[in-house]
């Protein structure tokens, strides 16, 4: 296997952004295939072949996620390691409840099913659930310790690459041993968010909907999905509903506060083993 780093995630934390930049950049090899998440591991090749002299740098956040890929991220880390256990593996995080708040609305706008409200996605959806685990940094860190050493891993917070472009950038061209030169850089990706109450009105269709998105959806399902989701949209604007101070608020979701105790506990093994900066976390509204 070429591949010498894996950026793995997680979902919601600039990792199209990054990609923008990497694709921009010659002498990196920009890859992101499902082999290591589907079961194309077991028939297909799963060798990336670099062109010249490129890094190649497989950037896909699924590779942390279950949710989609249904192989669970110890299964995904130990192939990762058979098949280039010298590579680097970088992990972009993001504060979880804005991260959690981010992908609640990314899932309302492309109409997955269980979003009529946030404590229904976060504890009663396998996507939801799965997210939920993806931020408990310090653990999926554990996980990538048993396969491959601290010195082939990097923690990055996604707020860097918001507040300091450059230094996220330098910290993250030292992780995969490219020289870092700005002039790739590529401007932050605008994913067209609606705002609050153009969702707030699609989510509570969410029961009313026929073609919901989930995991396990045939192409087919997820054309017609698509289709309702364009009719929602064009009677959304014309019936916008009055959000509820509740509605996209974290600290409001019953089990919100055992869940920031987690949280707390997984960010804090993350600074003792020197993953990240406790300074900068609290800083930028991390649970420490």
Request: net charge positive; proline share 3%; aromatic share 14%.
């Amino acid at each position: 296997m070429s591949v010498k780093v894996f950026h793995i995630g997680i979902p919601k934390s600039g990792t199209t952004t990054v990609q923008k930049t990497l694709a921009n950049d010659p002498r990196i090899q920009l890859t992101r295939t499902g082999k290591f998440t589907d079961a194309s591991w077991w028939h297909t090749n799963v060798n990336e072949k670099a062109i010249g002299n490129k890094m190649v740098v497989e950037s896909n956040e699924t590779l942390v996620s279950g949710g989609f890929s249904k192989v669970k991220l110890n299964t995904v880390i130990s192939r990762l390691h058979e098949t280039n256990p010298y590579a680097n593996i970088v992990l972009t995080i993001r504060n979880q409840e804005k991260a959690i708040l981010s992908m609640f609305r990314y899932h309302i706008k492309y109409h997955f099913k269980g979003t009529r409200s946030l404590k229904n996605w976060m504890f009663n959806t396998n996507l939801g659930m799965d997210y939920l685990s993806c931020c408990l940094y310090g653990d999926v860190v554990k996980t990538i310790l048993q396969y491959f050493p601290k010195s082939q891993i990097q923690v990055i917070p996604f707020e860097m690459l918001k507040d300091h472009p450059n230094s996220f950038y330098k910290e993250y061209y030292q992780a995969i041993g490219v020289e870092f030169d700005e002039k790739h850089i590529s401007p932050p990706q605008n994913s067209g968010n609606k705002n609050d109450q153009s969702l707030y009105t699609l989510a509570k269709w969410d029961r009313l909907s026929f073609f919901r998105k989930t995991s396990e959806n045939s192409s087919f399902y997820l054309k017609l999905s698509r289709l309702e989701r364009i009719f929602q949209n064009t009677f959304a604007k014309l019936s916008l509903r009055k959000v509820p101070d509740t509605f996209f608020s974290f600290k409001d979701v019953d089990g919100s506060e055992k869940l920031e105790e987690d949280f707390k506990r997984s960010n804090q093994y993350l600074i003792d083993m020197g993953f990240v900066d406790e300074v900068q976390l609290k800083k930028w509204g991390y649970i420490c």
